[in-house]
């Protein structure tokens, strides 16, 4: 994925299209240019309208039998640095078109200055942790949903005393009659308290998706408490929900992907790397949760490696996020995705860790992985 | 599409599936309902979790090669009274799958019960545009962007004096240099408020879309000018704020379909009734604007023709919304699709009438378009 700031004002997108028969690659690049910024017939546009705020097309170019690439070019005022209409001028209107793939944008430097970014980053978030040494992070997840707050809070003392880093909340755990959010954070947060007071720095992380007029609240709730991070899901809440929390909750933010695999399409929509890797982290995520190539989803591992890559990229003034791999997290597969993805990663341990007997010892082991010196490079890293 | 409530306390959700070569539909329909409540294989769950909190496969029957159409009940509580839930149990984890399109949902009455819906509705939102009779209604959009606000101001006041009763803002205006929010709103509105001492009882529908923490002080500032419509679009600022908006603003919402196209896939994502017909609707959308069949986007007619019958058709205690038709509306297509949506229905006119070398014309024919009897039922409504 090709992606850089640009030097002038302007946003450069690289978009792949699909043409009907008969179809002109520049005409329907022209049509998505003006759809997404002056949305007339260019007739009706006055001229120095058109100038200021029309987009317009760069270079097309057909790459294959009805494939063609194009570079489109919109004025960075066109964004009106608000998040909201820089969804709408990326992906709005043309949404709702067939075949149009947005696969990387060259920011304006001035644009990005309009928003912070992750408040704590990779480094952030590791000293959030109490990790000294630059290794990756394990994070494992409460789960499953229908537990009770007690059974929940009991699995977090275990997983914390056994080593993992950060203790989340199931994406799915909201309000729910089972574990209702108050009781569940309250006893979670005091068990890996309990567990820090014996040694070990894990931090937990509760589910913060929730109810847009009761984030206050439960923000507040959180500080109370002590609790430094939270799990968001940005489609859920909308992405500019989390460039606030992450301006002003001072909660370092983990980000899921819950619903955002729809905007994802293989013709259609946006490229992992672009929606997870740039669009989330401009928007404050500290840690991006995707699941790596290889298990029940649909990514590839180049997919997968962009996304991490977009991540930790330099970007405007923002810190680096964490890539958060989930998907059959395992001893065996941390052990071969370490060199993979290097030591600003944090691996995502689920079921592997809840089906064993004792999570304590699941944990200790995983931990044991992350500790120890990573083996020198192998076919995967040699085959990247 | 088959849709009512549910008379017990679960959610049924209709879905087809496309499988991979030798998939089998019943384990994959088994998966995607563990996928989406407990998350774990059910022999890591505990018995009495798993029958109060894990989905069940209702039934699945195989529709064709490699396709296959499941019918999946997840309990209510999972949802927890929460929309982002909501949307999380519907469509989250297996967003990030391939070949999942969600058809249909039937609703449980208590969970339909935690939502007000629409707070106008159709008969509410006809009332505040001043309309006694019931006929469709006219909406027209102030564009392009980067006019300035004196010149989009002056064009929303020849709209109101040509008989338009709602003059929206384009829903790229967002606050841009070229017209920032709060001086389009105050001269649109202005400019509206004039023609109206003059006989006309347009509403000037502002873009609310905007950042999250910016919402409460531009809906004031609505409030205070005397504003009582706006435009947001769900998807750009997620559908919780839209509920949000609904029960706290005071303002009749008209939802836009930006980015929500990339949910509306055909194998894969949601059916344009479900998300924009149903699921706006529970959020608060006194009214959704879509595009009608046969234009630049992909739409066909049963697909737009169910949105308008989802948005009014009889659901918990919600008040119906209008389906508002956008996509090359001129007078002849109003005239054409009066039949066949009927009354409550609002048609969009953009290019049409900015097009037209004096607006209040344009408008006036429109208007005049809309007043007369419709014709008879005609070979479109006889082909429904």
Chains 1, 2 share one sequence.
């Not at 952030?124 to 997840?141: E, H, N």
């Not at 301006?247 to 983990?254: E, K, Q, T, V, Y």
Request: with cysteine; aromatic share 4%; proline share 8%.
């Amino acid at each position: 994925m090709e992606t850089s700031t640009h030097p002038g004002d302007e946003l450069e997108l690289s978009i792949d299209l699909r043409l009907a028969p008969g179809e002109s690659a520049a005409t329907r690049a022209a049509g998505i240019a003006r759809e997404q910024t002056v949305e007339l017939d260019l007739a009706l546009v006055p001229e120095p309208v058109r100038a200021a705020a029309a987009g317009r097309v760069v270079a097309v170019a057909e790459t294959g039998p009805h494939r063609a690439h194009a570079r489109l070019a919109f004025p960075a005022a066109a964004a009106g640095a608000e998040l909201p209409q820089l969804l709408n001028l990326l992906f709005g209107n043309i949404s709702m078109q067939r075949g149009v793939r947005l696969t990387a944008v060259r920011w304006p430097e001035a644009l990005l200055a309009a928003f912070p970014g992750p408040a704590c980053g990779v480094d952030g978030l590791r000293a959030r942790c109490g990790v000294t040494v630059r290794r990756p992070l394990l994070l494992a997840t409460l789960k499953p949903l229908g537990l009770g707050a007690s059974e929940l809070a009991q699995l977090a003392g275990r997983l914390a005393r056994g080593g993992i880093d950060l203790v989340k909340d199931d994406h799915s755990l909201a309000d729910q009659p089972w574990a209702p959010f108050a009781e569940r954070v309250a006893r979670c947060q005091e068990a890996v308290a309990a567990a820090n007071r014996h040694g070990r720095s894990c931090l937990y992380v509760p589910n913060l998706t929730g109810p847009i007029d009761r984030l206050g609240e439960r923000v507040e709730m959180l500080t109370s408490l002590g609790v430094r991070a939270a799990l968001i899901a940005p489609l859920l809440v909308g992405l500019d929900t989390v460039r606030s929390l992450a301006a002003r909750s001072g909660l370092a933010l983990l980000a899921h992907p819950s619903l955002s695999g729809a905007l994802l399409g293989a013709t259609h929509g946006f490229a992992p790397a672009l929606l997870w890797g740039e669009l989330f982290r401009l928007a404050g995520a500290d840690g991006v949760i995707y699941p790596h190539a290889g298990n029940r989803f649909r990514f590839t591992r180049r997919e997968c490696l962009d996304v991490a890559a977009a991540l930790r990229r330099p970007l405007g003034a923002f810190a680096p996020a964490f890539p958060v791999l989930g998907g059959g997290m395992d001893a065996a597969r941390i052990r071969r995705l370490r060199r993979l993805y290097g030591p600003d990663t944090i691996f995502l341990a689920g079921a592997s860790l809840l089906g064993h007997p004792a999570p304590e010892e699941g944990a200790a082991a995983l931990r044991h992985e992350i500790e120890r010196e990573p083996s020198p490079p192998g076919r995967l890293s040699g085959s990247r």
